[in-house]
């Protein structure tokens, strides 16, 4: 059964295909993805040392050597991109309106138990494998790029599948509880940046809103109040005993 977050990566996929159809885009979301690959694999890393177990230790090294490799590859894409870049651009909107990658932004190492960090690091991998297939099949234009998600596809498979068995090894009798909380977790937060998007869309209408809507009748207002006033200087009365100097 599909994950939630798979089925609404499969319902954009026309916009994955716009994303990825442009080539300046495409550029921003591979050196992304190299940003992101190299901070996961540098706090994996980090988990290694703290781990108490063994194997832990074995299996969180090569997936962090396999993170950094990740982050190679797509700096190596990305820079071979932009050699091969026209001097003008080929969109008129060069953001990335849609996630990337694991998520491994919301990894948190210190004073994670195992079996937490194991189940973060399962849910972010699944959803990480039907990203990235996804990604595979927009790019098919490309054999360069398709070649490299075809790739890190294989180790994400590997890194979700361990995760889970080590996951069930140390806890066994709660592993599927800690799944569930990952994956609400990570809906949580997915949740929370949609939140702030559609918040700050918002707050831009509604300001907008009130510059046209509720400024113009205050504008319009004090130019009628301004054409009542008498042009020129206006004479105090001779029996006012105010001080012309004082401030009240």
Not at 100 to 126: M, N, Q, S, Y
Not at 227 to 247: H, M
Request: net charge positive; charged share 25%; glycine share 6%.
């Amino acid at each position: 059964m599909a994950s939630p977050g798979a089925l609404i990566d499969r319902a954009l996929r026309p916009v994955h295909q716009w994303v990825w159809g442009d080539f300046d885009r495409r550029v921003r979301k591979l050196i992304a993805f190299g940003e992101v690959e190299g901070d996961g694999g540098r706090d994996i890393l980090r988990a290694a040392e703290l781990t108490p177990d063994p194997l832990l230790r074995r299996l969180y090294l090569a997936h962090a050597i396999d993170e950094l490799h990740h982050a190679d590859l797509f700096r190596q894409r990305s820079a071979a991109l932009l050699r091969t870049r026209s001097t003008r651009s080929s969109g008129l909107f060069n953001a990335t309106p849609l996630p990337g990658g694991h998520g491994l932004d919301d990894l948190t190492i210190e004073g994670e138990p195992d079996h937490r960090l194991l189940a973060f690091l399962h849910v972010a991998e699944k959803a990480a494998a039907g990203r990235f297939a996804i990604y595979r099949e927009v790019v098919g234009d490309d054999p360069s790029t398709c070649a490299i998600f075809e790739e890190i596809l294989r180790d994400e498979v590997f890194h979700m599948n361990y995760t889970y068995t080590q996951l069930a090894r140390i806890a066994p009798a709660t592993y599927r509880r800690h799944v569930w909380r990952a994956r609400a977790s990570r809906l949580w937060k997915r949740y929370l940046r949609v939140a702030a998007v559609i918040a700050a869309v918002s707050g831009t209408v509604m300001l907008t809103l009130q510059y046209f809507v509720l400024i113009p009748p205050f504008a319009w207002m004090a130019k009628r109040a301004a054409r009542r006033e008498r042009p020129g200087w206006i004479p105090i009365p001779a029996d006012r005993i105010e001080s012309p100097t004082s401030q009240y």
